[in-house]
């Protein structure tokens, strides 16, 4: 293995890295949306992206990850490797890491993700930004990120150095409150875990996955290395809303405080009549109105559905960065200068225990006359 020192930024030429999920032989859909973000990435730094891939008898699903925009995938096949271990796993990639060096290390911050990035950090002496929703390397495109979406003085922003190429990991802080931009000027690779769905997945080219580049590094692995050992894994099954993967998403807000439950029954009946699920703003899961897995927003899911109904939401800034990216949004608030309406394709303003109804009804009626 050649000489690893984490300090040594000139070294790491290796490109941008993906740890591509599968479980089973199945890929996560989070490993597609990584690898579509990492192209980009990896093409303002001017180098190749590169997954790299665990488990045993994985080779057949490698070359999809060229599909959306890899370069090559790093094949790690190992009978040790089958099923997921923190130690099996942090041990194979940091030594791939060591051997090749990549600037930019992306995980998905899936519950593997979240025990495996901090081991590899620590282990490869660097810094990691753990629940990331943007990034960005290109200073340009930073800047207007910033400009969309913070509430900076545009002097702030006109003043960051345009030749920072280090990768800039946004994450919420305190809570959602605020947005944190980090940076790991000192250290090789920069490593960031990403939230599932806040990245677009990009457009499947056959011809790209035929052309992508399968690499298979040595693999130094044994049962000593090994603290656990699985015995079983056991299947279950607990029905959760699927927010990120919906086509309409109805969500509610504080404005059914008035009556929270007959304001979720008409988000649930208007979901029902447009084939969609019930999410709903922070406000609604601190309060104890909906489940942690409705959450839209910074500290919940980012959605990209193709219709997302807003009842009685404002518009935090949190909460639009989780769906603002919705191909049509309607939003309905008694409030004509609430912020939602900023981004808005039709904003109705009334009262939504009254417009609801209507909207349903409406519905009801355009289906009865097809």
Partial sequence: ????????????????????????????????????????????????????????????????????????????????????????????????????????????????????????????????????????????????FLRDSSTLAPAMIDGIPEEDRNLKMTRPAFGGHLMATIICPRFRPAMATVRPGVMKKAEFDQAKADACELIKPTIALTENDMETQVVEVVKAAKKLVDLIGADVVVSVGRGISKDVQGGIKLAEELAAELGGVVGGSRATIDSGWLSADHQVGQTGKTVHPKIYVALGISGAIQHKAGMQDSECIIAVNKSETAPIFEIADYGICGDLFKVTPMLIEAIKAAKAAK
Avoid at 57 to 70: Q, V
Avoid at 79 to 91: A, F, I, M, R, V
Avoid at 103 to 122: F, H, K, Q, S, Y
Wanted: aromatic content about 8%; overall charge negative.
């Fill in 1 to 144: 293995m050649s000489t690893y020192n984490s300090a040594d930024i000139a070294a790491f030429n290796g490109g941008v890295w993906v740890f591509c999920e599968q479980r089973q032989g199945t890929m996560m859909p989070t490993s597609f949306e990584l690898i579509s973000e990492g192209r980009k990435l990896a093409d303002e730094l001017g180098t190749k992206l590169y997954g790299i891939l665990l488990g045993h008898n994985i080779e057949g699903i490698a070359k999809e990850l060229g599909g959306y925009g890899a370069d090559g995938v790093y094949v790690c096949d190992h009978p040790l490797l089958e099923n997921y271990t923190t130690d099996g796993y942090t041990k194979v990639i940091c030594d791939t890491i060591m051997e090749y060096k990549p600037e930019v290390m992306l995980i998905g911050a899936t519950n593997i993700g979240r025990d495996l990035g901090p081991r590899c950090a620590a282990r490869l002496h660097t810094g990691l930004c753990a629940d990331c929703t943007h990034l960005d390397i290109d200073v340009p495109k930073y800047k207007q």
